[in-house]
């Protein structure tokens, strides 16, 4: 009985260990922002998935240089959420939205 307690703890501590490592964008971490182009001027509301950290700051950094990579500057990331959040998100968005 001890042995069939401890192997169930060790299995419960491993699974729980490795929920804990998964990264953000795994467990679907995602931005809506709004951001602009020059020249002439556009603006628009989009929705990115992110790879990295899923809070704010990070979401800033990352939403931030990907758009500069498509000639966009960031004016501001509205927040960030899980995959619960997309629909709602979708119309609003349009081709912007998973685009970058």
């Not at 929920?19 to 509301?45: E, I, M, Q, T």
């Not at 500069?68 to 609003?92: D, I, Y």
């Amino acid at each position: 009985m001890k042995q069939i307690l401890l192997s169930l703890a060790l299995v419960t501590g491993l699974a729980a260990a490795a929920v804990s490592a998964v990264p953000a964008s795994a467990a679907g971490c995602f931005a809506d922002y709004k951001a602009k182009r020059d020249n002439p001027l556009k603006l628009h509301y989009g929705v990115m998935q992110l790879n990295g950290g899923c809070d704010r700051q990070s979401a800033r950094a990352e939403v931030s240089a990907r758009l500069q990579q498509n000639g966009w500057t960031l004016l501001n990331v509205m927040s960030v959420f899980g995959p619960e959040g997309l629909e709602g998100r979708k119309a609003n968005a349009g081709r912007f939205y998973l685009r970058f």
